[in-house]
């Protein structure tokens, strides 16, 4: 590379050595005594000069690099002139300039003699040696999906067009029969009929009459009230008389877990059904989901109160003997061993 400019370089360096030492045209009077010349252009080459001024130095490539930063072999292959093992120019003139701060001498007229000796070329840069190229293998694959994506889009409209141009029309009514219906139309006014009577589910449902309740207040009873159906929520009537008169254990049987504490109420389900005892002060005693036939010896103490979802689902027994069933939902216990149970 230096030899095919050799004559170019060898009269851009004469330039810079009569620029340095200072000399003056046939015209000008004698010259002084020589300046010293500097040491960056008193060689062949800009390599030639850096390692003569670092051997003067007595510093070796490896402090160098240490120092600059800069790979061995970069200033290795600036020494020689190698332009080729290094990286692209703007790299190279970083550095050289670095090299030149490193050795004492001024990184201007290090640059500029590179400069001159190499002149810009029409090149593109290039990479750095050494760095490898890397590519996101993701974006190849989400542009080939994307692709895929798009052409099977594309490929269903196409389908879809195909398949709708080869349908067949709607079929239409022959001409004769809509011109025979045509005919047999008559003008004149449309006759409505009388509306029809609203449906069953629209209809108001009829009011709930409590049962008994006319003949508490002495009316006459609706002759049409025992055809009319039983409220939703009126529980079914228990048989008294198909109760055992006495406790028979049938189930399980639970109490208060102290032998110490009399019980002379208990209550057992007749069928599935849930009870809470709970105490004066809303504490609870017992709460449980009882099936029919498991029972519940109620504590002999005071204020509690027994809660049950179903009243005619309990029959009460006192003292072993039967009271009916449960009189309501809430109910003190006191009452129940006081009193007779109303059915």
Same mark, same amino acid.
């Given at each position: 590379?230096?030899?095919?400019?050799?004559?170019?370089?060898?009269?851009?360096?004469?330039?810079?050595?009569?620029?340095?030492?200072?000399?003056?045209?046939?015209?000008?009077?004698?010259?002084?005594?020589?300046?010293?010349?500097?040491?960056?252009?008193?060689?062949?080459?800009?390599?030639?000069?850096?390692?003569?001024?670092?051997?003067?130095?007595?510093?070796?490539?490896?402090?160098?690099?240490?120092?600059?930063?800069?790979?061995?072999?970069?200033?290795?292959?600036?020494?020689?002139?190698?332009?080729?093992?290094?990286?692209?120019?703007?790299?190279?003139?970083?550095?050289?300039?670095?090299?030149?701060?490193?050795?004492?001498?001024?990184?201007?007229?290090?640059?500029?003699?590179?400069?001159?000796?190499?002149?810009?070329?029409?090149?593109?840069?290039?990479?750095?040696?050494?760095?490898?190229?890397?590519?996101?293998?993701?974006?190849?694959?989400?542009?080939?999906?994307?692709?895929?994506?798009?052409?099977?889009?594309?490929?269903?409209?196409?389908?879809?067009?195909?398949?709708?141009?080869?349908?067949?029309?709607?079929?239409?009514?022959?001409?004769?029969?809509?011109?025979?219906?045509?005919?047999?139309?008559?003008?004149?006014?449309?006759?409505?009929?009388?509306?029809?009577?609203?449906?069953?589910?629209?209809?108001?449902?009829?009011?709930?009459?409590?049962?008994?309740?006319?003949?508490?207040?002495?009316?006459?009873?609706?002759?049409?009230?025992?055809?009319?159906?039983?409220?939703?929520?009126?529980?079914?009537?228990?048989?008294?008389?198909?109760?055992?008169?006495?406790?028979?254990?049938?189930?399980?049987?639970?109490?208060?877990?102290?032998?110490?504490?009399?019980?002379?109420?208990?209550?057992?389900?007749?069928?599935?059904? +849930? #009870?809470?005892?709970?105490?004066? =002060?809303? /504490? @609870?005693?017992?709460?449980? !989901?009882?099936?029919? &036939?498991? %029972?519940? *010896?109620?504590? +002999? #103490?005071?204020?509690?109160?027994? =809660?049950? /979802? @179903?009243?005619?689902?309990? !029959?009460?027994?006192? &003292?072993? %003997?039967? *009271?009916?069933?449960?009189?309501?939902?809430?109910?003190?216990?006191?009452?129940?061993?006081?009193?007779?149970?109303?059915?």
């Amino acid at each position: 590379m230096l030899r095919k400019r050799l004559s170019r370089k060898q009269a851009d360096r004469a330039a810079l050595r009569e620029r340095a030492l200072g000399v003056a045209s046939a015209d000008a009077p004698p010259p002084g005594p020589p300046p010293p010349v500097d040491p960056l252009l008193a060689f062949e080459s800009l390599g030639e000069a850096l390692k003569a001024i670092r051997e003067t130095r007595k510093l070796t490539v490896q402090q160098v690099a240490d120092q600059t930063r800069v790979r061995r072999a970069y200033l290795e292959a600036i020494e020689a002139t190698q332009l080729d093992l290094l990286p692209s120019r703007p790299f190279t003139v970083g550095y050289i300039r670095a090299y030149a701060t490193a050795l004492g001498v001024d990184p201007d007229v290090a640059v500029e003699r590179f400069k001159t000796d190499e002149p810009v070329l029409e090149e593109t840069l290039r990479a750095p040696v050494g760095m490898p190229e890397e590519r996101d293998p993701r974006v190849a694959a989400f542009l080939i999906g994307a692709l895929v994506i798009v052409a099977a889009i594309v490929l269903w409209n196409v389908a879809q067009r195909a398949m709708m141009a080869n349908v067949p029309p709607p079929p239409l009514a022959p001409e004769a029969f809509a011109n025979q219906a045509l005919r047999n139309m008559k003008p004149g006014v449309m006759r409505l009929g009388s509306p029809l009577p609203a449906p069953v589910e629209s209809t108001t449902p009829p009011p709930y009459e409590t049962p008994g309740l006319a003949e508490a207040m002495g009316l006459k009873a609706d002759p049409a009230a025992a055809s009319k159906p039983k409220p939703a929520n009126e529980a079914p009537k228990v048989d008294l008389a198909s109760l055992p008169p006495l406790f028979q254990i049938k189930g399980k049987v639970y109490d208060a877990g102290n032998p110490r504490i009399a019980s002379t109420v208990t209550v057992q389900a007749l069928k599935n059904a +849930s #009870l809470i005892v709970r105490g004066a =002060d809303g /504490s @609870v005693y017992f709460a449980r !989901q009882l099936t029919a &036939g498991e %029972a519940y *010896r109620v504590p +002999s #103490l005071a204020g509690l109160t027994l =809660d049950v /979802s @179903v009243p005619q689902d309990f !029959q009460v027994f006192v &003292g072993g %003997a039967s *009271r009916g069933i449960l009189p309501a939902q809430q109910v003190l216990a006191s009452k129940l061993a006081a009193g007779p149970t109303a059915p």
